[in-house]
Each structure stands twice: as C-alpha cells, then as structure tokens.
C-alpha cells in the first residue's frame, strides 16, 4: 500500500461558527476528504483492507456495483489503476451518452463498464446473478456497493483511533452504512456515531449497519443511529436549500462541501445543533468523507 502517498492521518479542523458559539458546542471536521485526491476519505478506508485481499487470493480483477455518479465506483477504478488491477464497473440502469464526469473518470482510469436494469440490480448479491458475472467476465475479487464488508468496517474503525480530543460524538453520511458501522466499532463509553442518510426511505440502513456489525463482530453494537430527514430527495438529488447551504458554508468557512454525500450531513448536524439536539458543552467531529 505504499504506492499511494497517503495523507494520513487525516487532519483535524474545529470550526469556529456564531451558531456554534450559541449552543455551546464544539465542531471539529475530519477531513478524509484530503487523504488522497482519487482515493478519498472513506474509500480508501473501505479499500484499503480488500485490496491486501484481493493480492492475497491471487485475483487480478475488481468487480463492484455503483449507480452512474457512485464515488465509490471511481474509487475502485482508481485503486485498480495503482494497484494494478483490472476493474468492473457494474453500473444500475442504462447508458447514457455522453458519460457523466463519474463514469467517463473511471473509463480513463482503465474501468470496463457494464449496464444492469434496476429489477436485476436490486437482487446483485444473490448468487446467481454473480456466477452470471462470473460467467461473462471470469473470475474475480468481489467489492461489494459502496465498499461496505467486514473488511471495511475494520478500515473505518481506525479512524476513530486518529482523533486527538475527547469527543461525545461523531457523525458520518450514509450510503450503505459500512462507515457508520466500522466507526461505531472503535468508540469507547458513552461515545455516539450518528449517521446521515442521503437515500429516501433508507430506514433499512438500520438493519444493513447491524448485520455489517455482526459480520464483522459477532454482534451489535448499541452506539449509533441513522437521521432519516435529511436526504433532500433522494441519492444525487438537491434543492435550492441544500445549495444555499454549501454556498454559505463555503463563503464562511473556506470549504467547498462535496453535495451527494457531505453537504447533506452537514446541513442536517446544523439544523440539529439549532434545534437545541445537543448538550450544552458537546463536542462533535464530522467526518468528511470525500
């Protein structure tokens, strides 16, 4: 893994805002966002243990699943391309010409992109659907959606070992709930990870971050709990609040918010603070993922 020069541990930024100061809380930023420009925050993390896997079963090729602006998917295609993996793209829906900047990044990284319909998506990990795989494109190491497995949850645990200060909790988007489930691992006492949805109706988010936790556990832990509210219509979608927000948050704080995934976090944890959700003197660390 010492090909990449990786920016870690991540830094660690507090926040200095006038809602904050108001409520009496404390908001440090982890920014996993800047642990790599192709392999971002809690990519790499997902990654990062898959691919030592991957090297150790002798595999050659990566498959994986995303829908067409899944970071995840030029995730892989990157990892692929440093690491000398071939790479699968398994894209939801149909193609669209010309590529979007996701899609058309990870066909210059070296990407084979192959179209699923959405009825066949919904049931990719069944076994038939991947011996159907197999049998197109032959054998290869398998990364689930999102990256999430017990081998990402072990990535994202040490995460929580980098934060310097006392914090009472730690909030993270969620996609397919690998992050949240490997954070809420490595806390100790009465620490909480508090996710974000950015799916519509992701309230199975609960039971996919407990049967990752028990995956990769043997159980459960009670640590962590998923916001519903803040998806502002769905994956890759926004409306003019969110945009106001990021634009905002970057005008005051010099950080532009990546908007499918961060930005949704973000706006939700403040709105939250507003609302008085927090004890007077907490201190929370957000993850940027990136």
Not at 164 to 190: E, K, N, Q, W, Y
Not at 197 to 215: E, H, I, M, R
Not at 244 to 250: G, I, T
Not at 258 to 283: C, H, N, P, R, S
Request: with cysteine; proline share 2%; glycine share 10%.
């Amino acid at each position: 893994m010492d090909k990449l020069d990786l920016r870690l541990p991540s830094l660690l930024v507090e926040v200095h805002d006038e809602l904050l100061a108001e409520r009496q809380v404390r908001l440090y930023l982890k920014r996993d966002d800047l642990i790599h420009a192709e392999l971002p925050g809690n990519k790499w993390r997902k990654l990062k243990y898959n691919l030592e896997a991957a090297r150790a079963e002798g595999a050659s090729t990566l498959l994986t699943f995303g829908g067409a602006y899944s970071n995840h998917i030029r995730a892989v295609a990157a990892a692929g391309h440093y690491f000398n993996f071939s790479t699968i793209g398994v894209i939801r829906g149909e193609e669209h010409v010309p590529l979007n900047e996701s899609l058309a990044y990870a066909k210059e990284r070296g990407m084979r992109l192959t179209y699923m319909d959405r009825a066949t998506y919904r049931q990719k990990a069944d076994a038939q659907v991947i011996e159907r795989l197999r049998a197109e494109f032959g054998d290869f190491y398998l990364v689930p959606e999102g990256g999430s497995n017990a081998l990402a949850l072990r990535g994202c645990r040490e995460l929580v070992d980098e934060i310097s200060v006392d914090f009472d909790v730690i909030c993270c988007p969620c996609g397919t709930g690998g992050t949240l489930a490997g954070i809420a691992s490595g806390l100790r006492g009465p620490q909480h990870a508090l996710g974000f949805s950015v799916l519509k109706g992701g309230s199975f988010l609960n039971d996919d971050v407990a049967s990752l936790q028990v995956d990769a556990l043997g159980t459960t832990t009670e640590n962590w709990s998923i916001e519903q509210d803040f998806h502002f219509g769905g994956y890759a979608k926004r409306t003019d609040d969110l945009r106001d927000f990021m634009s905002d948050f970057e005008r005051r704080h010099g950080i532009a918010l990546e908007w499918i995934y961060v930005a949704k976090m973000m706006y939700g944890l403040f709105t939250l603070i507003d609302a008085g959700q927090f004890d007077d003197g907490a201190v929370i660390v957000a993850v940027i993922t990136g």
